[in-house]
């Protein structure tokens, strides 16, 4: 008989489904699951780290109990610029230290000088989904560390970043961390930190933080703001005309034919600008991806379809004077059957948008 293993949660969840129990109001599991059926996202304060807790995940969680254990599941690493050769092929990991030896390949042909964007998409085993992209660079052959470039950004937005960069001021910091910095804190104390057997945060660190009245307002767009786009036409050893773009000076995108380049600016809102140097053109406009748990908040917006990994995927569009914003619902595994063996979904979403 195949033994069911208990199920995954947070930290938080785990004290949030304990204080539920310990309700009188809950007389037991059944009427806990009824209550969460009806509203997911319903629990009060107290008990908020059950909101978004899929069904069957409590379900599970109930009937055969909980670990807080949590450890990496899968990571796909899939590279999106570099040797033609080895871009756009997903690499499968089980750990951090598999991903850091597939980097570390990939890496024997990075740039001298820059970095090529590296996708990588985390599933945990608690179902929680981290995705983002690294800068590869030539010395990442000796270097890499996934597990580094996660923790580095995690905390520099949760506000306890070990060492700042050289261009930044320590009030300049302060700025930039927003109400958002407790997302992050707990990010890492109940997945990150646990999913390499590292020590979690002091709780009063994170309790401090909750503290905090928000006095700002808060921020809609949490995505990577991309911008400052250039447009260069090369001829190819073919003799064909190629169009590659680049934000910031790294390379972005590319496109075969003029009318592949025009529909993606149109999708995002960009325009093509002035002639600043020969066959160099500035492309006018931003946008940002972002992803989002919860699709209620963004149900007034134009609904368009992405392909990702060979299906469809809903995602809303707002369009502003200053940016065009795309946003995208998380839970590929299961509202959208994301196969995580197929090309990394950041890569699909920088390539394929049309309006459904």
């Not at 997903?90 to 590296?118: C, F, Q, V």
């Not at 979690?200 to 400052?228: C, F, H, M, W």
């Not at 502003?320 to 914003?325: F, K, W």
């Amino acid at each position: 008989m195949k033994k069911i293993s208990p199920a995954t949660i947070t930290k938080a969840q785990a004290a949030a489904l304990e204080a539920v129990r310990s309700n009188p109001n809950y007389f037991n599991d059944a009427e806990i699951l009824n209550v969460h059926s009806k509203n997911s996202n319903g629990w009060n304060t107290e008990y908020q780290a059950l909101n978004g807790m899929e069904y069957r995940q409590l379900k599970k969680t109930l009937k055969y109990g909980y670990t807080t254990h949590v450890k990496v599941k899968r990571i796909v690493v899939t590279r999106g610029e570099g040797p033609s050769s080895e871009c756009r092929i997903p690499h499968n990991a089980t750990s951090w230290e598999d991903a850091d030896k597939i980097l570390k390949r990939m890496a024997l042909t990075a740039p001298n000088l820059g970095y090529d964007k590296t996708d990588f998409v985390i599933l945990f085993t608690n179902g929680d989904v981290y995705s983002g992209t690294y800068g590869l660079k030539r010395e990442d052959r000796f270097s890499a560390s996934l597990y580094g470039h996660v923790t580095d950004h995690c905390e520099f937005y949760g506000g306890i970043c070990k060492r700042l960069p050289n261009h930044i001021k320590e009030d300049q910091y302060q700025s930039l961390v927003g109400e958002n910095a407790v997302e992050y804190l707990l990010l890492l104390d109940n997945v990150i930190y646990p999913s390499a057997n590292q020590e979690g945060l002091d709780p009063e660190l994170i309790q401090s933080v909750l503290a905090k009245p928000n006095t700002r307002e808060t921020k809609r767009y949490l995505g990577t703001l991309e911008t400052n786009f250039t447009l260069q036409k090369v001829k190819n050893d073919f003799n064909n005309t190629m169009f590659y773009v680049y934000s910031n000076g790294s390379r972005h995108n590319s496109f075969k034919s003029h009318e592949a380049l025009n529909r993606w600016m149109e999708k995002f809102g960009l325009t093509l600008g002035e002639e600043i140097r020969d066959y160099t053109y500035r492309i006018n406009g931003a946008y940002r991806v972002t992803m989002i748990q919860d699709r209620e908040g963004y149900l007034h917006l134009p609904q368009i379809a992405i392909l990702m990994n060979g299906g469809m995927v809903r995602a809303y569009k707002d369009v502003t004077p200053d940016v065009t914003n795309i946003y995208v619902v998380t839970n590929y595994k299961e509202e959208f059957q994301f196969d995580y063996n197929k090309p990394s979904g950041q890569w699909y979403l920088r390539k394929f948008f049309w309006d459904k």
